[in-house]
């Protein structure tokens, strides 16, 4: 009890008036901060060309239009949908062009819907969302608006071949604003998960319905209810006609739950699949077994290894099939990305985190694979698939523009179009090292610097290290872009807690074993100045990194000369109390309970001491953000004043998760980074 008398939770919170998001006095307080922090950012010499230029390179037009407008795929055997932004297109356009014009690289574009327009029209701040549309003909679509770039979406159907919304008035589907999943079931019915009615304590729906068309909401059909500590229910719908497939997910937490598979008989099937595996989607490959199941392993089943990839018939009655396997990754591979088309399956693979892209074709005694042939030491990305059997993917690398391509049937790759060089990437080297963290572990991480660099350099280090997410290369954002051009070096840090090499590199860092995340991320560090690559460094991350790199500073004040946090977890004994963090506690622990004596050895929140000399650090956050509530940066920073430390602080008013709506205030934010990182590295 002693222990606990000492800690910063034994006394009220001073600063909880913080977490009222629309509060008046906390937006006065985030108004105050903004005043102090942006005219001393902006003063820097230098600010304004590294905003000029940052948003020259993400308006360039030169820039390739990806097939990603639509779900489930951009690229139909006819056509290519594309969201589009530009210096005069600020909110941006969804679009789409015959796909041969496309491929041909002479796109011929047809506006479907002009965000800027709309916003005129209907004077509300929105942002695009997405589009999920009922294949083949991709003729009705649900569109998915935000305001002002949050989770939380309004529904409506369009029609892509009228270009218009489809009105109440002719049986067209509405959802008003909520954080929800939508499917068309079929084309006059849809499934409909939404917070607007009964909601978890994560903040996500409740209730899994069948909408038919030309009812109203209130009388759709009851599928499944989910307790209220439960995660949430998730919707979808795979494949086309008579093999349409529909799937309900229900969460008991982020990393558990049961997929349901409704059958012709409005019964729910449980899948075979164990509680932790990650269904990615069900697809006929035109093998004679119908509709399959795919799924990725999180723990070992039925003697098939963790990491694997298996498959399982969903006919549409019972009984569903066995589970099987199809693929199983090597011990320093990870599946990273899946896609199907109409005649194969294409994996994505992290090998040492370097990109592999194999092509799996069913036989009559299991899957023949074959490499596609991709460039050394690139990552690539799976953009859209085809029925087919075509694949569009994108090649990239920290100093190599991306580059798209198409493979047909398992193919030599064909390159349909390539981004610009925004700078000159053959003068830096690019290299992979390794640091040793505090129990053994070899850590990977990414190192960038200019060709005839002597000796230390500043050094900006970004790292994220949860939820299974891998950092793997990519062309460099305008930031790092001029970053490097100054003579600096950029580190990116493969950490555990990330997917880099499959669930055994995440599972080492899961709740109790968090802080092995953090002594990589120290061992990194201390490794770059060590071995004398590095004269000081700044450590940076979002949202969970956000929470990686405020444990950064707090636990080793001395090793990190400055600390870029974004949209960040800080205050780990209420995290689960706001907004989306309750589902977040099969990462992180329940401080609730005895999962506290571990969270609390690193919570930021509750770790900042007055006596220490911290990196002066930059928050940034955004109001709208209604996944990680920008109280926790707020909360960090008050209490940082309250004890006498320094800092910076932007909260913008718009851009939900990301932190920014568009990309004039990504240009912004780029050259904020550039300016305080060369006022604290100095």
Known sequence: ???????????????????????????????????????????????????????????????MAMPTGA???????????????????????????????????????????????????????????????????????????????????????????????????????????????????????????????????SGYAREARWWPRGTPFEQSRLLLTTAETDMGAWVSAYGEGEGRRHVIDRRTDFWRGDILHLMADWSLAPSPLPSDADLQFIANLGDGRGPQAFALLRSAFNGIPAGSLVAYDVPNGRPLGAVRQVFTPGPTQAIRSVEATGQALYIHLLDNVAARLLRLQPTADGWAASDIAVPANAAITLQAADSADG?????????????????????????????????????????????????????????????????????????????????????????????????NQYVLGNIRGGGEFGPRWHQAALREKRQNSYDDLHAIAETLKREKL????????????????????TQRPRLYDAALVGVPLADMKRYHLLLAGASWMAEYGNPDTSDWEFIRQYSPYQNLRKAARYPRVFFYTSTKDDRVHPGHARKMAAEMEAQGHPFYYYENVDGGHAGVANLRESAYRAALFLAYLNRELK
């Open 391 to 487: 694949l569009a993917f994108t090649v990239s690398s920290f100093t190599t523009p991306d580059r798209l391509f198409i493979t047909r049937v398992g193919g030599t790759p064909a390159l349909i179009a390539e981004n610009p060089a925004f700078f000159d990437g053959t003068k830096f080297e690019v290299a992979q090292r390794f640091a040793r963290s505090k129990d053994g572990t070899r850590v990977p991480y990414f190192l960038v610097r200019p060709r005839a660099a002597k000796g230390p350099l500043k050094t900006l280090l970004f790292a994220y290290g949860g939820f299974e997410i891998p950092m793997v290369p990519a062309y460099l954002s305008p930031d790092l872009m001029m970053w490097l051009e100054a003579g």
């Open 534 to 553: 590095a004269s000081k460094i700044a450590v940076h991350g979002r949202s969970n990194g956000g929470l990686m790199a405020s444990v950064a500073y």
């Open 1 to 63: 009890m002693a222990l606990m008398a000492t800690t910063a939770t034994a006394a009220p919170d001073p600063h909880l008036w913080l977490e009222e998001i629309e509060g008046e006095k906390a937006l006065a307080w985030v108004r105050e901060r903004n005043a102090r922090s942006l005219p001393e950012l902006e003063s820097t010499p230098g600010f304004e060309g590294w905003r000029a230029r940052a948003q020259e390179i993400l308006e360039d037009p030169r820039r």
């Open 71 to 201: 779900d489930p795929s951009g690229l139909t055997e006819t056509r290519v949908f594309n969201f589009w932004r530009d210096a005069r297109n600020v909110r941006g356009v969804w679009r789409v062009s015959p796909r041969a014009d496309w491929e041909a690289g002479t796109p011929v574009w047809t506006t479907l819907l002009d965000l800027d327009a709309l916003e005129e029209s209907e004077r509300r701040n929105w942002q695009w969302g997405g589009a999920t549309c009922l294949p083949p003909g991709y003729r009705r679509c649900l569109v998915r608006l935000s305001v002002g770039g949050k989770d939380s979406v309004e529904v409506r159907e369009f029609d892509t071949e009228a270009r218009r919304f489809v009105p109440a008035s002719e049986g067209g589907f509405f959802l008003p604003d909520a954080k929800q999943q939508v499917a068309f079931a079929h084309q006059d019915a849809l499934l409909v998960a939404t917070a607007a009615g009964p909601a978890t304590t």
